[in-house]
Structures are given as C-alpha cells and as structure tokens.
C-alpha cells in the first residue's frame, strides 16, 4: 500500500513538474507548485516523521501564497516569457529527456542510498525539472520556481540521510527567503525611484 | 554571554533596527562605532577566560546552542573576527560617501553576521545553508530600486543556491568516509561533489560568467563589497574543508587540480579585462583574478601557501574599497561607466580615475603597490614547481597591468589647454587620498599588516602547522 503511495506521489510530482515548465499562466504555475509540495511531504514522510516533514508542506505552501499575492500585483504585460525557446513540444521532448536520465540515475541512486525507486526517481526528476528551468528561462518568476523545484527534489534525497531539526529549519528558511526573493523581483519594476 | 551571541546576533539585531534610520551619517556613525567595537573585542578579549572587575566579573563563552546544533567562536577565531569585522568598517565608514549607506549598512551587517554564523556553525557543513541565506539577503543590496532585475544578478542567485545543495550532500559522504577511509569510490564521488560545490560558491571557472554582469548592471560600490566578503569566507570555508579531513589533502591530483583551476581563472580573467570597454567589468575580472590567486596560494601547500593566502587579505580588501569607491563616483558622472566616456576626466575627476588606475595595478601586482608582495611571493612559489605556470600568471598579471593602461590612457587624453579641477566632493577626496596612501604604504612597508595574520594560522589546526 506505501509503495503504490509513493508511486502516486511520484506521479503528482512528475505531472507538476512538467505542468510547470508547460504553464504560461503564473495562476497555473502556482497552483501546480502547490501541488508538487504536496507530494515532496509524502515522500519525505517515508523517512521523516509526519510532524516534521508537514514542515516541508507548510514552508512550499507560505512560499506559494508570498508568489500568488506578488504575482496579484504585478503588471500582466511582464508576465510574457521573452526567453527562447518558447515551444512546448520543444520543452516536452527536454521533459522527456530528463525523465528517461533521471530514471537510468535513480536506479543506481536507490541501491545506493537504501531508497525505494519512486522516492529516488521522484527527487532527481524534481532536480532536474528545474535545472531545466533554470536553463530555458530568464524571467524572475520562473527562475525563482525552478530553484524552488530543485531545491524539492534536494530535499527529498537528503530527507533520506539527515533528519537535522537545524537543517530542516534553515532549509525551509532558504525556501521562503527564495519566495519573497521572488517576490522582491516581481515588485521592482513598480518601485519609484528616488 | 557567549561570543557567537556578541559576533553573530548582536550584529544581527543592529542589523534590524538600523533599517528603522533614515539618516545616512546616524546609521554609519553607529555601524562603524560598532563594528570597530566588535574589531576590538576580538582583538582583546580572551574567550573562556573569566575577566575579573572589582566585584563583577565577566566570562565569554565559545559556544552557543541552537536547535541541537552549535556556533562555535573559540580563541582561534578571535584574529579572523578582528579582520572581518575590521575590514567591514572601511567598508561602511566608506559609504556615506558615496550615499550608499542606507542600504549597504544595514544588509551589510547583517550578511556579515550570516557569513560570521557560517564559520562558526558545527558542523561546518551546514555553513553552506547560511551562506545561501547571505545570499538571499544580499539580493535588495544588489538590485536597483526601480529596475527589472539582471541577468547577473539572477544567475548570481542561482549559482549560489546550487552551490548549496551539492556541499550539503557531500557533507553526509564525508561522514562516511569518516567511518571507512579505505572507500575508494566514496573518496571520489565526495571530492566531485566537494569540487562543484566550491566551483559555483567560488565562482570558479566556467561558472563565473555572473561576476561581470553583475559588475555592470549594479551600484559599483555594493557589488565590490559583496564580491569582496562571498569569495574571502567561501574560501576560509574551503580551507576548513581541507584542514579538518585529511584524505583531501592527500589526494595526490589536488595540487595540480588547484593550480590548474586558479591559471585559467588567472588568466582568463587577465585577458578578458584587458579587452573590457566598461570599467565595472573590469573591476569584475581582476576579483575573478583574485580568486584565481587565492585558489594558487591554497595549491603552493603548507604554510608557505597558507601565509600567502592571507597576505593577499588587507591588499584585496583596499584595493576594493578603492576601486569601487571611484567606479561609484564615476558612475555618478557617467552611468554607463564605458571608456570612452571617461576621455580627458582626469582633469575633472583627479582623485577618482587615479583610484581606478592605482587600485587596478595594485591587483596586477604593481611593485611598489600593497598587491605587490604577495604577488611577488607567488610567482616565487610557483617557480619552484612549474616555470610554464608561471609564465601563464605573468601573461594573466600582464593583461589587467594592459587594462589599467587603458583606463589612464583613456582618461589622460585631455584636450590642449583643458583646466584642471577636482569635482569630488570633500569627503570622497579625502577618503581616496587615505587609500592611495595605504596602498603605496603596504607595497613600501607589507611588514606593517604582519601581526593582523600572525595570529590567523592558528585557526587551521593541521595547514597552519
């Protein structure tokens, strides 16, 4: 029953993911980073206890909701993607890419850190979703969701080997700091200058 | 009290209250006062050690707790404090100067305390967590109010997050290592990791594209300060790295991993500051250039390697006020900061294009310039191993010696009969004459900063032996 859990899990991951590198409206890509969360606090319960791995939840939620009310009040002329490449079936076949790298690493990965496969996969498959993210897009806001999805998959995998309350702390201190950094991009060009 | 409690959140709080002020000369008065306090507590206040006054006595401890993990500031660290907390108040008693005060103060201090935090935290692995949260803090400092943010400036946040993760991650394969040294494959998958995470924290070569970018599109004076005080404790933090785990220091490739990473960081940042036409830029590939020396002197091993390493400390963080404090007086003449728009500005902007031009060559190593002799000294290290790698930082050296001739050059080129004037104001006048004196000072005189790092090799157990 856990094992078809975490292969749920793994798929929510994997449909977010893509959903977020697909999505051209930010009321999507929020909604869709909520979701991710989500499953990052299913897989990351396998090895943590609940109480501490809804921390994981709580944190991508609070960074979601400093996103959506930055993104409310934002001009939605910026809100185009002036990087290239701009295609989706260009970012679907480099989505499938990935997936097929992320699976021929998770194999090793799982044998090698004692995992299950979804919980392996599912965290090299975040990783890598937003390092292509990161790599096909310049805008502040999809930046910021691609090191947030990075920083998911991450902490999935360390979950695994480091049940540090400090790390915990200072890693959902980092992911909030990242959404309000996001949040601080997005709210620049509406500043007066002095 | 406890000395990460008076060095990490006292600075902190300050920090916090300080962006309460509007009054540029009240927020520097009170950082400086401050910071200078701070420098002096760390030069003479023992830790441990109870301190007896009439009735009342007073005991500084070295740790403090925080959810289950330690800050640590034991006495070896006091001379590294004294130098990090001393430098920052040039930095800060710098800036109203150039009305960057209000902003760099206050984030300023609170970086440095993050950065502080970070070299004390045990374990040291989980340094690189308060670094990215340095990072986090240093984004407001580095974006211009009003203005889309860069693209160095977004690829500075994600390189430094990256850094983040594969540090962490190796830090859970250095503990295994602890437990079974004989583990080959485990020695080398911990030393790529190490190896990238220190690649994008250090802004190693190829990933330090963003130092340039950044350089242009934000205020020359926050900039030099933050690529001033990332690189000097990313690299404090590589040198506890290879201080407290000995299989890295033996790995036999480091060396020669090292040297080559710091040549082609050397070089490269030489030859392409030669052919930089913005003056911000410029400044960016000499501090590329810095690194580069930095990761040499880490290479030439031992002691030797190590008093080198902090030789370069006071002549880089001068040369940075300097630089920077012209680029901003500069800019505020010319924004775009290019070359040919500082033609003939010598007449107009004396002090200014000199700090340029002086504070540039002290970074090639200029002699009778305070980078002189621990430049001089690496050359001289690296001769005894390789001539050919020499040659190669002498073409590096040559290269930015090249760009700050362009710059006198550029600036010098005055029309017949243009009347010399000084359009500095007083202050920022006075301030570069003080930098140029203590650049000259330090190249005549380097003895002079000998006891701010007598003392520093202490803090590395197993290097500083």
């Known amino acids: 029953m856990i094992t078809i859990l975490n292969w749920i899990a793994f798929v929510i991951a994997l449909a977010t993911s893509v959903g977020l590198l697909l999505q051209r409206d930010w009321r999507w890509g929020i909604g869709l980073l909520a979701t991710q969360y989500l499953s990052i606090f299913w897989l990351v319960q396998t090895h943590w206890p609940v109480s501490m791995a809804s921390v994981k939840l709580v944190t991508g939620w609070m960074a979601c909701a400093v996103l959506g009310i930055a993104q409310l009040n934002t001009d939605p002329a910026q809100e185009t993607e002036a990087s290239w490449p701009q295609g989706r079936l260009f970012r679907l076949f480099t989505a499938g890419i990935i997936m097929a790298t992320t699976f021929a690493l998770s194999l090793r990965a799982s044998s090698w850190l004692v995992l299950s496969l979804p919980i392996a996969w599912g965290s090299l498959l975040l990783v890598g979703m937003g390092l292509l993210q990161l790599g096909i897009s310049a805008q502040p806001f999809r930046v910021i969701l691609g090191l947030l999805t990075v920083l998911a998959g991450f902490e999935i995998l360390y979950a695994a080997v480091e049940s540090s309350i400090l790390v915990a702390a200072l890693l959902s201190a980092v992911n909030l700091g990242l959404a309000l950094t996001g949040a601080y991009f997005l709210s620049m060009p509406q500043v007066e200058k002095p | ?465």
């Not at chain 2, 583990?183 to 220190?198: R, T, W, Y």
């Not at chain 2, 290290?381 to 002498?394: E, F, K, P, Q, R």
Request: glycine share 8%; net charge positive; proline share 5%.
């Open chain 2, 1 to 465: 009290m406890s000395a990460p409690f008076l060095w990490i959140f006292l600075p902190l709080i300050l920090a916090g209250l300080l962006m309460l002020i509007r009054n540029q000369k009240v927020i520097a008065l009170i950082a400086c006062s401050f910071t200078f306090f701070l420098t002096l507590a760390a030069w003479v206040l023992p830790i441990d050690t109870a301190m007896i006054f009439g009735n009342w006595s007073f005991k500084l401890t070295s740790s403090f707790e925080i959810l289950g993990r330690r800050l640590v500031l034991g006495s070896a660290d006091l001379s590294l404090l004294a130098l990090i907390y001393g430098s920052v108040v040039v930095w800060f008693a710098v800036a109203p100067a150039v009305k960057a005060a209000r902003r760099l103060i206050s984030l300023g201090l609170a970086i440095t305390a993050s950065l502080v935090a970070a070299l004390a935290v045990e374990p040291f692995l989980y340094a690189a967590l308060l670094i990215e949260m340095a990072v986090l803090l240093s984004i407001p400092l580095l974006s211009a109010p009003g203005q889309k943010p860069g693209k160095g400036l977004i690829r500075f946040l994600i390189f430094q997050t990256l850094a983040m993760p594969f540090i962490l991650f190796s830090g859970w394969l250095l503990a295994g290592i602890d437990a079974n040294p004989n583990d080959l494959g485990l020695v080398q998958q911990a030393a790529i990791l190490i190896g990238l995470g220190f690649a994008f924290l250090l802004a190693v070569f190829p990933f330090y594209s963003w130092i340039p970018l950044l350089t242009e599109e934000s205020s020359p004076y926050t900039v030099g300060f933050i690529l001033w005080i990332f690189p000097t404790v990313a690299l404090f933090f590589g040198l506890g790295f290879l201080d407290h785990y000995t299989w890295l220091r033996d790995i036999p490739i480091l060396g020669s991993v090292l040297t080559t990473v710091g040549v082609l960081m050397v070089v490269s940042g030489g030859l392409l500051a030669a052919f930089q036409r913005h003056l911000g830029r410029i400044m960016g590939y000499a501090i590329i250039m810095e690194t580069g020396f930095s990761i040499l002197t880490i290479s030439l091993g031992g002691t030797v390697g190590l008093n080198v390493f902090l030789m370069l400390f006071v002549p880089r963080t001068l040369s940075l006020v300097v630089w920077s404090l012209a680029l901003t007086i500069m800019k505020g003449y010319s924004p775009r900061l290019i070359l040919k728009d500082i033609k003939g500005q010598v007449r107009i902007w004396p002090f200014a294009t000199s700090g340029l031009v002086l504070a540039n060559l002290a970074l090639a190593g200029m002699p009778l310039l305070a980078g002189f002799p621990p430049h001089q000294a690496i050359w001289e290290g690296l001769a005894s191993t390789s001539l050919s790698v020499v040659i190669w930082v002498l073409i590096g050296n040559l290269s930015l010696f090249f760009s700050a001739v362009r710059v006198m050059l550029a600036s010098a080129s005055a029309p017949e009969g243009a009347h010399w004037e000084s359009r500095e104001t007083g202050a920022q006048r006075i301030l570069l004459a003080i930098g140029f004196l203590a650049l000259l000072l330090l190249g005549l005189f380097p003895q002079w900063v000998l006891p701010l790092w007598t003392k520093l090799p202490v803090i590395f157990t197993h290097l500083g032996q």
